[in-house]
């Protein structure tokens, strides 16, 4: 199971932090990502974190603003979004995939929304 919190609304400029929690599972075991889906859009990848923490990957829109990191010994990981922008709004998801930056990914959670306004 995964459980997104830490949406919210903010200004253009403002920054959050996304968490995601897992249990059931070895979380370690797993690849991390989150995604989003803007209203009338399809959901799209923002950014990716391999098992072990070392390696991760991001959408060219939110490189240098967006960082994404994982705690395996608190099953979490997170999304750090700075220098927040209107076209960031959207419903944030964690996923996890058994390979890192595979096209497939396992378990969803339920989404946290996140409003930037202008």
């Known amino acids: 199971q995964l459980v997104e919190s830490g949406g919210g609304l903010v200004q253009a400029g403002g920054s959050l932090r996304l968490s995601c929690a897992a249990s059931?599972?070895?979380?370690?075991?797993?690849?991390m990502g989150w995604f989003r889906q803007a209203p009338g859009k399809e959901r799209e990848f923002v950014a990716a974190i391999s098992r072990n923490g070392i390696s991760t990957y991001y959408t060219d829109p939110v490189k240098g603003r967006f960082t994404i990191s994982r705690d395996n010994a608190k099953n979490t990981v997170y999304l750090q979004m700075n220098n927040l922008k209107p076209e960031d709004t959207a419903v944030y998801y964690c996923a996890a995939g058994r390979v890192y930056l595979a096209s497939r990914y396992d378990y969803w959670g339920q989404g946290t929304q996140v409003t930037v306004s202008s």
């Open positions: 059931g599972r070895t979380f370690s075991n797993y690849a």
